[in-house]
């Protein structure tokens, strides 16, 4: 059994140098002037640059959206549209190439 999803992770990741080992998860809700707002957290990664870029699915009140923030600013924010957050998020963990 494993203490949590992290050391779960791990255990069954190949050894690698992937700079997507080790990601973790946080899923949080919360009522703002009684709109129910859920964010669950895709992944959180920081890059050659010290950079943390996080990947999250917002749902508010029925409505979703994903996004990318690095260092806690959102870079990205579009209606439903998960898999173009993850390829903003690995953009940003490449070095932002030209």
């Known amino acids: 059994m494993f ?3 992290y050391e779960e ?3 069954h990741s190949a050894p690698c140098s992937s700079q997507w080992d080790g990601f973790d998860r946080g899923d949080s809700e919360r009522d ?3 709109v129910e707002i859920i964010t669950t957290i895709i992944g959180r990664m920081t ?4 950079q943390r870029v996080e990947i999250a699915e ?3 009140d029925g409505d979703v959206y994903h ?3 690095v260092d806690g600013d959102k ?3 579009e209606d439903n549209n998960r898999q173009r957050a993850i390829t903003v998020a690995r953009w940003w963990m490449n070095g932002c190439p030209a």
């Open 58 to 60: 917002i749902r508010i």
């Open 47 to 50: 890059n050659d640059a010290g």
């Open 67 to 69: 996004c990318v923030l």
């Open 75 to 77: 870079v990205f924010w």
């Open 3 to 5: 203490a949590n999803q």
């Open 9 to 11: 992770h791990l255990a």
């Open 32 to 34: 703002v002037d009684c």
